[in-house]
């Protein structure tokens, strides 16, 4: 008789659902606010001397010729440059070369050799283009016939200075390069999140440069200012503006660089994410009873914690009558990480949920729901975020042997979890480093 007792209590239990479950969101959810707050994106840039000084071969010619006055006629002079020698100090580049010059007198020709040295400052413009201002010309010459001459037809000044035009005019593209950076990362990069699909997007706001570093090249270190966000599902922002002019500060942080990036998450797509705990739509929990399952999983919002609802059904055999069991249960929790996993520790069930499970505590699958719904929501992102890792290391490197970047993601880590109306926030702190270099060194070696 007791049997009966309780399946009619069972019975009368499963209409009963509803009245005491937590209130449901706002029929118009806010939309997905990430609000990231600017971080930097940092780039050690280094330019060898020998890739300096073949980019100055390429730019100052290696012969020139002109004419000047001399006894009311014009007189042709030609030179011939020698190879270049690139070397730094006291914050300059000093560019020497010997010069054979050829003067046509009027009796006879001259060849006449001397040595040429400039020195000059290095610059990076807001262009991104390497430059040499305020230089230095110095000549000199051994040869006595050189100096006459050279009071009349001031070849001296003439060479140094057809050479001292090209240094001035030389000009080393850094764009290129940071451009291409800069388009990879303000694209959105996919974000599969098992059933759901997010995007990070790191817009950037603009670059800074550090002054240059010279030692036996040229090295500097730049800095994107990017306000990175993640959206699920995918909410990308407005098409982004070209490469920002480049502002010279007096100081970049230099090494590994941490960027905190928001991911914004709505509760409909953390609920398709539950996908993945359920087959076909379905969880079968109980062992007792094999046909009695789980589905229609709802997640969302009140009052600061979590409700997960679930739709209970299947038959339940007892005394030889089979009993379908119809209705919705309502587990709330607070949501906490854990070693990179989002979780429910303290789910528990609602009153008119307890009062439920009271009746179907003698099937002994009062606690088998909990349990099983703690692993649902149990969301382990560290094979996700070793995928996003891999993927933003191999965005951030590339190029050729002549130049190249190369970046390396070390570290994903969630921080700081905060619930709203229709999404959920969690911080992801990232730890990379990124580094470019003129010819193309050895890339960055990717965490393990």
Known sequence: MSRWIFLLTLLAGC??????????????????????????????????GAALRASLEEAVPKTGEGSFSLLGSERPYHWTRGPLEVSFGAGRIVVKTSVA???????SSVDLPFDLQISAEPVI????????????????????????VDQVAGVFERVSHEIDAKL???????????????????????LPMGDAQGCAELRVLGVEAAPLILADGVEKDFALVVAPSVTIPCAP????????????????????????????????????????????????FSAEHPKLYLE???????????VLRLHIAGPVHELGIDTDINGDLYLVGHPALEDNEIALPDLEPTIETSNFLLQLKALSDSERIKAEAKKA?????????????????????????????????????????HTHESYLRVNVVVTAQASASSPCSSPLPAAP
Do not use: W
């Open 296 to 306: 229609k999983p709802e997640l969302y919002e009140a009052s600061g914690a979590l």
């Open 101 to 107: 010059s050829n003067i046509e007198l009027p009796i």
């Open 377 to 417: 929501l149990r969301l382990d992102l560290t094979e996700r975020l070793r995928a996003v890792r891999g993927k933003l290391s191999s965005e951030l490197t590339f190029g050729t042997p002549k130049q190249c970047l190369a970046g390396a993601v070390n570290k994903l880590e969630l921080t700081e979890l």
């Open 15 to 48: 209409t009963r659902f509803g009245p005491l479950y937590p209130s449901r969101p706002a029929a118009h959810p806010s939309p997905l606010v990430a609000d990231p707050s600017p971080s930097r994106v940092n780039i050690h840039v280094s330019l060898s």
């Open 168 to 190: 001035h005019a030389f000009s080393y593209e850094l764009k290129p390069l940071l451009e291409e950076s800069y388009n990879r990362v303000k694209k959105p990069l996919d």
């Open 125 to 148: 413009n807001t262009e991104y283009a390497l430059k040499l201002q305020a230089t230095d010309v110095a000549v000199h010459s051994d040869d006595r016939r050189l100096r006459v």
């Open 237 to 284: 922002l407005p098409e982004a503006q070209p490469l920002p002019p480049l502002a010279n500060v007096a100081m970049v942080p230099t090494g590994p660089f941490t960027v905190t990036i928001p991911v914004v998450a709505s509760y409909a797509e953390l609920t398709r994410g539950l996908g993945a705990a359920f087959t076909d739509g379905k969880l079968f």
